[in-house]
Every structure is written in structure tokens, then in C-alpha cells.
């Protein structure tokens, strides 16, 4: 008998709006829940979301973690209302989620920042009030609706944006990976030929925007390449990963962070270098090159210095690559590995990037 996990699954957030003011219709949109709105927001947020909502239900400011205390004082606060909606990043994002699906209603997600992909996606990570990492919690279903604000992406530093570039650059690589095994995606099922050419799309977005879009953000400027580049970071990234898969990239993320210098990193900006290690490893487009000066165009890190880690020894690196081999996402590359592999690929990028970046006169 076949199982779940033979199946192909796709999840996908019910409605996604971007673009230029969209967090102005937040109050319709929480309307058509009905009238009891819940709206939980960072703390900067909180003078626009009481503009926003006017005396329409509630406004609490977000505690500061995703964890258990805060979704269950969240989840009291919120009773008898008829939808929740998060203002902020991604751990106010994944508190409402959860709260939401434990209360049985509907959750409005407004990301403040293009960072990372959980806006989209149907799952959340749970810390302790201290910030340590307790568990993923998975939801029934993903987001009734994300609204992106354009004009509030652009408000936040650049690096957001640039970081969430890093984190959309490895989704196809790792979806590609995972359909070459067979192995199973962050739904835990097989892919859908859609979650592939999302991915693929993500990539080539990416590709063809994201300089400008980093040149862009920098100076604040509205254009079509921001657009695209928050579409490719938040959709595409979110959708792309959940139903397509990790690999290698990821793997490297976790392995880096065994090195506490790199906590100061963004995670986007640890998923950059994984890729290119990951495309160290595996690399059948025969693209690298081309993502390495992507990389350095929109500064990305290629080097050890860039991932604050410039007088890293050997030793400190095999633990690294010891961490990455270990997780369990590198089993999902289609090739043959080991702890030594890894570490070759992840001094061999750093020594591509730092030669490209002379290169480069940078
Ligand atoms: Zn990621």
C-alpha cells in the first residue's frame, strides 16, 4: 500500500497581495474573518497597526520570541476573536501561525522584511523565552493571506532584502537535488512539476533582478526589480522550499553555525555561501561561476572574512563540515559524500571567492 509520502503534495498560502501600500487593506481583509480582528505586532509596528485597526478589536505588541509562554499568553489574549494577523518578522509571523491553528482561525500574515520565507509557508520554529531552539511545529494548513508591503520592505535596511536573495538563491539548487534522489521535500512528499518551475523561476528571477534590486534597496528606490526580488524571496523562496525541498545548502547553514562568530550573520547570508559549497559538491546546470559573481555583485559572502571567520583553522572547519555532512537534508545531494568531501568543498569555495573577488577588484 502506498503512503502519504509517496504522494505528490504542493501547500501553498490561500492569497498572497503585494505591492505599494498593501498594509492599508489590512482592516478588509481581516474584516471578511469577521468582526472581532486580533493583531499582533513589533514593537515599531504598533503605532500603524493602531492607525490601522482604529477601535476595531485588538492590538498587542509581540513579546519578542516564538515560544511556548508567549503563543499560549497570545492564544489567551486572542480569545473570541475571529482572525489573527502578525506585523513584524519572521518569529511574530510564526506565533501567530501557530496560535491561529491551535485556535482554529484564520491567520493574516504582513512581513515587515523579505528576509527569509516563512511569511509563505506552513510551519514554524519554536524557541525557549531564552531564544534557544526547542521544535518545528507544522500547521494544518498555510497562511489564509500574506499582504508584503513594498514601501515597508524598502523602510528596513538593505541587508534584508540582500539576505533573502541568499536564502531564495538555494531553492532550486536543493529542489533540484531532492527530485534527482527522490528525496522527500519540507511537505514530506514528492515534488510537483509546479514546485519545480516555481523554483526554477525563483532562480532566474533572482538572476535577472536582483542586482539592480540590491543597487535599489540601497538607496531606497521603488522599481520593478524590487518587486520582482521580494516576489522571488517571499513567494517563490517560501512556495519553492516547502514543496521542493533542502539539501546542501541548508546542511552548510546548520554546519556554520557550530562557529558562534557566524551568529552574527543573517541566515540568508550563511544559505549564500552553502549554495555555492553545495554547488562545489554538485553542479549539472553547470552554473557556478555565474553564482559566484551574483554573489559578490549583490554582496553575498564568498569568503571566510565575509562570514566573519577570517583566521579559521582546519580544525574548527572539519567540525563544520563534520555538522553539515551530518544533517540530514546533505543525504538528499546525488552524489557520494563524507565529512572530508565537505570540507574540501567549503575551502574551496572560500578560495573561488576570495580569487573572484580579486578578480573583480573587490
Ligand atoms: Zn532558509
Known sequence: MSELKDMKIMMFPSKYIQGDGAIQFLPEVMAKFGDKPFVLATKSMIPLAKTLMGNKGKVEQFGGECSRNEIDRVKALAQGSTAIAAIGGGKPIDTAKVVADEMGIPVVVAATIAATDAPTSGCAVVYTDEGVYVEVLYQKHNPDVVLIDTDIILKAPARFLISGMGDALATFFEANSCEKTGSLSEAFALRTQ???ALSKLCLDMLLKYGRQAAKDAQAGIKSEAVEAVIEANTLLSGIGFESGGLGSAHSVHNGLTVLPATHHLYHGEKVAFGTLVGLELYDDLGIKDEVYDFCIDVGLPVTFEELHIPN???????EVAESAYKFNFMSHEPVELSTD????????????????KAAKGK
Open 194 to 196: 509546479t514546485a519545480m
Open 341 to 356: 568531501i565537505v570540507f574540501e568543498a567549503i575551502k574551496k569555495t572560500d578560495k573561488v571567492g576570495r580569487e573572484k
Open 312 to 318: 579559521v583553522t582546519d580544525a574548527e572547519l572539519k
